[in-house]
């Protein structure tokens, strides 16, 4: 990996700097500058232990859209610096709601909470350690190691955790697995293959029970992006950004109820 000569846009480091964002990446001089990856196995082999470097850009994107989704629930496949970011927008999410004099009748039983969910135990624990620096935020994160083991969606094969939360989150941040970290096979397949990319299906496990207003943002991934739009069985927004390399789906089913309905009103004004 090596840092450019482009700079990031000073829009974003501004805002990155206002939300004092910066207190939770350490050991990196050069966060104002762009970087790329000289590597192409870096970001899929198992025995890599070089963390990615902050990608300040992404960060400043998640956690601005945490904020104005008013998100009270996260669900996080891939844990990182991200998973800091978004615990400190619900955090501030937090602070506005116990601010108001009059707050909704909703039914949310994970109120601002982030629940991540990784296949590596290595860079569990280093998050782990990271989050309890910080007073602010870490009682807010929840972290759960799980495999991953290759199955089938539909007779076409992809990933599943096998111990993810039991939440129902109103933003999901797909980000994870690592290919190489999914165990076993079919019929010889095998994401242990470098060269395939990985296709996670859990959240088609889980789409009868999302709730209108979900938010998803998938971080690159195109092809696991294309498996979930091809499969999904509702109603959603669906854009994908090329300049930026992400892909967001957004549930606009219509309101479930009355309790749905308090939630998207919130959220919308």
């Known amino acids: 990996m090596n840092y450019t000569e482009d700079k ?8 990155f700097l206002k ?6 990446i ?17 970001g899929v ?16 994107r998640l956690h601005k859209l945490v904020r104005t989704r008013k998100s009270f629930t996260i669900l996080e496949c891939g844990l990182g610096y991200s998973t800091l970011i978004m615990a400190d927008a ?20 994970n109120l601002f909470e982030i629940h991540s969910v990784d296949s590596e135990e290595y860079w569990v624990e280093v998050i782990r350690k990271k989050i309890n620096n910080f007073e602010n935020i870490k009682d ?13 969606f539909n007779d076409r094969m992809c990933s599943y955790y096998k ?13 994870g697995p690592s290919a190489s970290s999914v165990k076993n096979n079919i019929n010889s397949l095998s994401f242990q293959c470098l060269d395939r ?34 499969n999904f069985q509702r109603k959603y927004k669906y854009n994908r950004d090329y300049d930026n390399d992400i892909s967001t789906f957004e549930l606009i089913d219509d309101s479930l109820g009355i309790y749905n309905t308090k939630k998207l009103n919130f959220v919308n004004t």
């Not at 939300?19 to 939770?24: G, M, S």
């Open 8 to 15: 990031i846009d000073d829009e974003v480091i501004e805002y």
């Open 197 to 230: 990319t990985i296709i996670t299906g859990d959240l088609l496990l889980m789409e009868p029970t999302f709730v209108p207003g979900l938010f998803i943002i998938i971080d690159g991934r195109i092809n696991n992006s294309y498996f979930l739009k091809n």
């Open 26 to 42: 350490d050991g990196y001089d050069k966060l104002e500058y762009k970087y790329e990856y000289t590597d192409p196995n870096f």
């Open 140 to 152: 807010l994160i929840y972290i759960k190691y799980s495999e991953c083991e290759i199955g089938k």
């Open 19 to 24: 939300e004092n964002l910066n207190q939770y």
């Open 163 to 175: 111990n993810m939360p039991d939440i129902v989150p109103d933003f999901i941040y797909l980000d």
């Open 90 to 109: 619900l955090f501030k999410n937090k602070n506005d709601y116990m601010k108001l004099e009059e707050k909704p009748n909703i039914r949310c039983n």
């Open 45 to 60: 082999s198992i025995d890599n232990k070089i963390p990615y470097p902050p990608d300040i850009p992404d960060l400043v």
